[in-house]
Each structure stands twice: as C-alpha cells, then as structure tokens.
C-alpha cells in the first residue's frame, strides 16, 4: 500500500487548540460499516449506539509531565522529552537544540520559567548521543525520574498543540490532556478517545448493561512519527510497553464467548489487545509490541473501536482503515472536513461499529 493513499486535505483551522468545556459534547460521527452514510450525533449520546452487554475495553496509561529544560554551563537552553529509564539508570531522552552538547558535559536541569536552576543538585552527565536526536544522560543524583518529572516537567503537548511558554502546565491542559481514569504513569501521549469520557458518562454506561475492561499501553514517541516512505510497509514501529491482566482477560473472553462486542477505546487498546491474541486466545500479558496494522489485517478480538481523527499519513489512519475499509474512512473524513468536526488530540470521536 502507498503511503499517499492514507493522505487527505485538512484545513489547519480544523486543527483543535483547547479542548471543549465538557468532555462529553464533543461531536460524534457513528459508523455502521455495513451502511455507506454516517451518523452525527454527540459523544455524550454514545450510549444510543451501544448495547447491554458490550463492552469497552480502556487504556488507563498516565501521561507524565516528560518535557522538561535543561542548562548547559555555557548558558545554552535545551529543551528535553523523557522516553524511559534505560540500564544502570541513565535516562533516555530525546533533546532539542542540543548540536553543540558533548559526551561527558554537565547539564542542570531549570524550572519552567528557564531563569534560573531549580536546585543545582538536579545535574546531568552527558553519557551518549544516539540517532534521530535520542541520548542517554546519567543522572547525577538519587532521585525516581517520575517524581521529579513531576515537579519539574510540563505535559508533553503534541505539536500541532500551540502554547507560549508563559501557557504550559495551565491547569486546563494538565486536566484535560488526561484520562479520567488514567492511573498508570508512562505515556509521553494521550490515548486520545479516552478523552470525551468523564465519570458520569461511564457510570450512565455501565447503568446500561455496558461493561469495562482495562488494560495499559503508554503510549510512545512513535505516535508523532510521520510516516515517511513511500510504501506504507517499508515503515518501522517504534516498540510501546503494555500490560493486561487477568479481570480485564475475564471480562473481554465472557464477551467474547458470548457473542457480544468488544469495543476498543484508541488505537492503543486495539493495539493492545491484537498485540496478544498473535500468540493465540486472549491471556494475561505483559511485554512491549510493535505491531503495525494496515488494510489487509485480520482483526481476532476487536468488533468495535471508538477513536478521533487522526494525522494524514498516519499509522493510526492506516489502522481505522484496516478495521473500517479505506475508501469508507476516506470517505467520513471528508465529510467531517465538510461538517466542519474538531481534528487531532483534542478533536471530536468517531465510533466504528
């Protein structure tokens, strides 16, 4: 498949900036893909299309506050994303404005306002530089990344999100770009369809008859990767870590067996979720995966998928497209360009059924 197949034309004002004041009252466009038309409605109304018995299955993965500022002892400012936590305790990162940075220099860590250092302790040597602007860093102090990440840190923004300096951490994105039930530390991403529920909304749900699962996958750097060759196969996943255990396996195989949907919240529960039944029915599992669903693929768990819309080019379009057909996603993307919805992170929902 071309790469230019997944490639639509949107008008950047298209592109949401804020999130809406309520969760729920983002649009909804419904999707039965044995229909050619689709529905428009509104997140809060998802209980009309879903039945006793469905259930959904959730990412409860966190985002962590992962961007952060650095100092160099030449004065340079550099501005760092947190990946994870690599051996002997170095941190993987992925720096920026940092040409001039050398292995073995001594870095301090800022507060927001990069004027002075937080707390000189807070220092960093210089351990490696790795491709595509990746580096390890060694930690010249006793301290669990997460927890000073939350002191120091901003909430990492995807970039088509605009914000001064003067803006990060507002409250709004700090609440908004986050789950409700988000209760796993991990992610430099949102599980974006997650977004339109609020706690109200799922107790409505489950009053239905609807029934949750849950699983983890944080969510990577590799979900701002652009796909940049020309045949769609010839592009490389980045690995993600994920985690189900054995209630959520429970709930999702009773469903299962029982003929009813099971519905994934984000391409990263789908993900998940077929990431684990490779190896056969659905178990227990814990591991990284990057497993890269394109039209042709054979979906084993999932018979639904609430999700936003997504970047042109896209490994989640070309996933929405395996599930939904590409000329029918194709086709409801130019009619929510047409009727005007919200696009990208804090942009409107599509249910697929």
């Avoid at 860590?109 to 990746?134: A, I, R, W």
């Avoid at 999702?252 to 029982?258: H, Q, R």
């Avoid at 099971?262 to 490779?278: D, P």
Wanted: aromatic content about 8%; proline content about 5%; hydrophobic content about 40%.
């Amino acid at each position: 498949m071309k790469t230019d197949e997944l490639d639509y034309h949107l008008p950047e004002s298209l592109i949401a900036q804020n999130p809406l004041e309520k969760r729920t009252e983002s649009r909804l466009m419904v999707i039965d893909r044995n229909r050619s038309d689709q529905t428009h409605d509104l997140f809060k109304n998802i209980s009309d299309y879903l039945q006793p018995g469905d259930c959904l299955v959730l990412n409860d993965t966190k985002v962590i506050p992962a961007r952060f500022f650095l100092k160099r002892q030449t004065g340079g400012k550099i501005e760092g994303l947190f990946l994870d936590q690599a051996d002997q305790g170095f941190w993987h990162v992925m720096l920026k404005n940092a040409s001039r940075l050398k292995e073995k220099e001594l870095i301090s860590m800022l507060s927001l306002n990069e004027q002075v250092e937080s707390d000189p302790s807070y220092t960093f040597k210089v351990v490696q530089k790795q491709k595509e602007g990746h580096w390890l860093l060694d930690p010249q102090f006793e301290c669990e990344p997460y927890a000073l990440l939350e002191r120091l840190g901003v909430i990492p923004l995807p970039p088509y999100i605009h914000r001064q300096k003067s803006e990060l951490n507002q409250s709004n994105d700090l609440l908004r770009y986050q789950t409700v039930y988000a209760n796993q530390p991990g992610s430099v991403a949102a599980p974006t369809a997650g977004l339109h529920f609020s706690d109200d909304l799922i107790e409505k749900l489950e009053s239905k008859g609807i029934q949750f699962a849950r699983l983890t996958l944080h969510v990577g750097l590799g979900t701002f990767k652009p796909v940049s060759v020309d045949d769609l196969q010839d592009h490389v996943m980045h690995y993600e870590t994920y985690s189900i255990g054995p209630d959520a396996v429970k709930t999702i195989l009773e469903a299962l067996d029982g003929n009813r949907r099971v519905i994934a919240v984000g391409t990263t529960s789908v993900r998940t979720l077929e990431a684990v039944a490779q190896k056969g029915r659905l178990k227990p599992a814990s591991g990284q995966t990057n497993l890269f669903i394109t039209p042709g693929y054979e979906f084993k768990v999932i018979s639904g998928m609430i999700t936003n819309f997504h970047l042109p080019k896209s490994t989640l379009l070309a996933l929405v497209s395996a599930f939904a057909g590409l000329d029918r996603v194709k086709a409801a993307y130019q009619e929510a360009v047409k009727e005007k919805y919200r696009f990208f992170s804090y942009g409107d929902a599509m249910l697929l059924i």
